[in-house]
């Protein structure tokens, strides 16, 4: 039987609290052990309202925590990499938040500390890809039953006016592209089983926060199919992700998140017949990511989302902000391949 591994997390951010400390609490082989924030107060809070954990001041003392095994780091974006590879340089294994890095280079820096480490494991958290929702959409599209994907269009979309809240800040990585245009783009390449060629994007920018509020972008393949991904942090609520292929399509009501109790519904459609999968609301991709996660490190086996992958992510959206600015297609680097 493999030992339970112990989950620190750095800083105390709200997804830590809401979604991975009771993912972990559930999850076969992992537990929490404590948080680490920049001053102790704000420490000691978070572990009273998560309900137990060891409550630290400064993010070193939990790097340097001989009891703690993982590194969940949900910092803002500009200090994923900074602090995943001082994890990485202390011996812990590194489950961090999307995206992964500021951009390509950046990931590409962390891909490469991590090759330093290779006992040590490093993975995106991007708990989408864990719902079994994903692994029928891809079993339909393996068996052929909507043909040759010719087409995916992605949204999602929140409303977030808070001038103090990290999205909303250019330093830290905010902006819609970077918190949820990665889960669209993520998606759509999983979905295709390969990489853009070239993108074109537009996007509205908030006045006084600097951010985009509102991106549009489509991806080229090469075999002449396309993809659109719209994010918006300034409008309704609402996501949605539809595959059109030569004989059919997928449409997912709730691609990337659904709130706790939901159902989340999958419908097949075809000319001779339509299918329909709903998934219980009890069903927790947060839950299912971190048991992946705790696998990979009890079974010294390679993790399910590679380095390569949140690199290749990185630089879809390198190329959608280049295509904001010049206002014409961004051809994607292919050395990340």
């Known amino acids: 039987m493999n030992p339970v591994l112990r989950i620190g997390v750095l800083g105390a951010a709200k997804i830590a609290r809401t979604q991975l400390i009771p993912a972990i609490e559930m999850a076969n082989g992992a537990a929490f052990w404590g948080v680490a924030s920049r001053n102790r107060q704000t420490a000691q809070a978070f572990v009273e309202q998560v309900g137990g954990g060891v409550a630290l001041e400064g993010y070193q003392a939990l790097l340097d925590a001989e009891e703690v095994d993982v590194i969940y780091n949900p910092l803002p974006n500009d200090l994923h990499v900074e602090l995943s590879i001082k994890a990485l340089e202390a011996g812990k294994h590194v489950l961090c938040e999307k995206p992964i890095a500021l951009n390509a280079e950046d990931a590409k820096r962390l891909s490469l500390a991590a090759s330093k480490f290779p006992e040590l494991k490093v993975m995106e958290a991007f708990m989408y890809r864990f719902h079994p929702q994903w692994q029928q959409v891809l079993d339909w599209i393996a068996e052929g039953a909507i043909g040759q994907v010719r087409s995916v269009s992605s949204q999602f979309c929140y409303n977030n006016h808070d001038p103090a809240n990290i999205r909303n800040n250019p330093a830290a990585g905010g902006g819609a592209l970077m918190d949820i245009g990665c889960y669209g783009i993520s998606a759509t390449r999983m979905v295709m089983g390969c990489e853009p060629r070239r993108v074109v994007a537009v996007a509205e920018m908030h006045p006084e926060f600097g951010v985009d509020d509102v991106s549009h972008l489509i991806m ?108 014409t297609w961004a051809a994607i680097p292919r050395d990340y391949e």
Not at 267 to 291: C, K, P, W
Not at 295 to 305: D, G, I, T, Y
């Open 220 to 327: 080229s393949f090469a075999d002449g199919a396309s993809a659109t991904v719209v994010v918006s942090t300034k409008s309704q609520r609402s996501q949605s992700v539809t595959i059109e292929g030569s004989a059919g399509r997928i449409v997912l009501t709730h691609p990337f998140y659904c709130d706790e109790g939901d159902e989340r519904i999958i419908r097949l459609e075809t000319d001779d017949a339509d299918q329909e999968i709903a998934f219980a609301g009890s069903i927790n991709h947060y839950q299912l990511m971190v048991e992946a996660f705790v696998s990979s490190v009890s079974n010294k086996a390679a993790v399910p989302l590679s380095l390569s992958d949140s690199v290749a992510n990185m630089a879809v959206i390198d190329a959608a902000f280049q295509s904001i600015e010049s206002q």
